[in-house]
């Protein structure tokens, strides 16, 4: 648990700074009048700043991004739906003993993850910028079932033991990102609501 603690910690921090960071360097490319309204933009900002090279980079580091995340996905979460199906078909007590990879769900799954996204190639499908703020706000309405289930179960003994279950200031924390979440999530929520009315 100590070391999970840590590396959690580390994770966040991380991502904290490397956010900061661009969220700061973004800021002082567009100010004051330029815009990013297509994928384009952003390479082509970074060339001015980078040149050529720049620009190249920028894609070589979508394409990596996009290529590990995806394929990471899918087979993450195809062996976490074929362990669950294969988990909840198999007798309490019991030794699952069938290879995930070989399981008819975990190809149904992985074949999913990695086809379905094809469908935003189409015409007239929401443009990048479109999609990108629609994603990443719908990410923010389903935070509050992740604080929601996290808070219970390390606030309950059956789930994580008695030596690990929250104590009193764990549990005021945890309500206090509950609370935080579930106002992220209705803010979020409106915000998409108001950007698709004001496209349509």
Not at 18 to 26: E, P, R
Not at 114 to 138: E, H, K, Q, R, Y
Request: hydrophobic fraction near 50%; glycine fraction near 8%; proline fraction near 4%.
């Amino acid at each position: 648990m100590k070391v999970q603690r840590y590396d959690l910690l580390l994770g966040i921090a991380v991502m904290i700074l490397l956010n900061l960071a661009v969220w700061t360097l973004g800021a002082e490319l567009l100010f004051p009048d330029k815009q990013i309204k297509t994928l384009d933009d952003l390479p082509q900002l970074l060339s001015t700043v980078l040149g050529e090279p720049g620009r190249v980079l920028f894609y070589a580091g979508i394409f990596a991004a996009i290529y590990t995340s995806i394929i990471g996905h899918a087979a993450g979460l195809g062996y976490m739906g074929s362990h669950a199906w294969l988990r909840a078909h198999t007798p309490v007590g019991e030794t699952i003993r069938t290879d995930h990879r070989h399981h008819p769900m975990y190809k149904r799954i992985v074949a999913w993850c990695l086809l379905s996204p094809m469908i935003w190639t189409m015409p007239g499908m929401p443009d990048f910028v479109t999609l990108t703020l629609v994603a990443n706000s719908a990410q923010v309405v389903l935070m509050p079932l992740l604080a929601g289930g996290l808070w219970l179960i390390t606030a309950r003994t059956r789930y994580i033991g008695a030596a690990h279950r929250n104590r009193w200031w764990e549990n005021v924390v945890m309500f206090f990102l509950f609370s935080l979440a579930v106002y992220g999530a209705f803010n979020s929520g409106k915000s998409i609501v108001q950007f698709l009315e004001m496209r349509s």
